[in-house]
């Protein structure tokens, strides 16, 4: 069954991409049936790369975030790949133009998924899927600047096959500027009533895990309260032994 575009798998396993072959048996999850939490660790710093050792038996996805994918480029995520081979790396790239020769970029480096906005012209994203397509990986859309709106996306919204998840924001600039609104939580409630799979991003870390866990993201995202902590290591670990049916389900083989 295709749901607003996008294909769902009633399975805990993942392929490279998270997403299965068009060969699998597909059908929209129920709520009991979603697939397993996977935690995705955020790196937005270039010292953030010395903790990769550390995080490599707790993050599901290490995240090589946009401005440190502006500052070092290509290379962080080969680092990624080389320091944390069994992780799968994400490209926050935020991509909004420019889709084929972004996605050949960093899927080339051997990112398994990359982020294109969810403003960007229906051209872009048919751009990203197919390249997405030809290697194997995933596509997140990124609703960030829709955040705090009642739709995050159109009702009548549909992507490419490779496009396997929507990633929910609350804003860091938002936030820092004390926003203290919980809407994005409301808002991964409206986009699995739609049948939408969810990456949860923004603010999540000890304080806000349970109200997070509460609306079962698919993927949970944390960055600075893993990376800026005064022990990376052991919050990443609280974090990990708190999720429910964690995630680690990658196929060996496809890594």
């Known amino acids: ?146 955040a705090g709106k009642a739709e995050l996306l159109p009702l009548d919204a549909v992507f490419p096959e490779s496009f396997g998840y929507v990633a929910v924001h609350s804003p860091t600039d938002a936030r820092l500027a004390g926003n203290t609104s919980t809407s994005h939580l409301e808002a991964v409630r409206k986009m699995h009533d739609r049948g939408f799979l969810v990456s949860l991003a923004g603010g999540i870390g000890p304080d806000t895990l349970e109200a997070v866990i509460a609306v079962e993201p698919e993927i949970l995202v944390v960055g600075s309260a893993i990376t800026e902590s005064a022990n990376p290591k052991e919050v990443a670990r609280w974090i990990r032994d708190r999720l429910p049916n964690p995630g680690r389900g990658w196929p060996s083989d496809k890594r």
């Open 1 to 146: 069954m295709e749901v607003a575009g996008l294909w769902q798998i009633s399975t805990t396993r993942h392929t490279t991409a998270g997403w299965p072959l068009s060969s699998c048996r597909i059908r929209c999850l129920k709520q009991s049936e979603r697939t397993a939490l996977l935690l995705q660790v955020a790196f937005d710093k270039p010292e953030h790369l010395a903790l990769l050792p550390q995080m490599k038996a707790f993050a599901d996805i290490i995240e090589i975030g946009t401005p440190l994918l502006k500052r070092l480029g290509l290379s962080a995520i080969t680092t990624a790949r080389e320091l944390c081979p069994d992780v799968m790396v994400l490209a926050d790239t935020k991509t909004v133009d420019g889709g084929q020769l972004e996605a050949d970029m960093v899927f080339g480096a051997g990112a398994a998924f990359m982020t294109v906005l969810s403003c960007a012209s229906s051209a872009t994203h048919e751009a990203v899927g197919k390249r997405a397509a030809a290697f194997g990986a995933t596509v997140i859309v990124d609703t960030i600047t829709e």
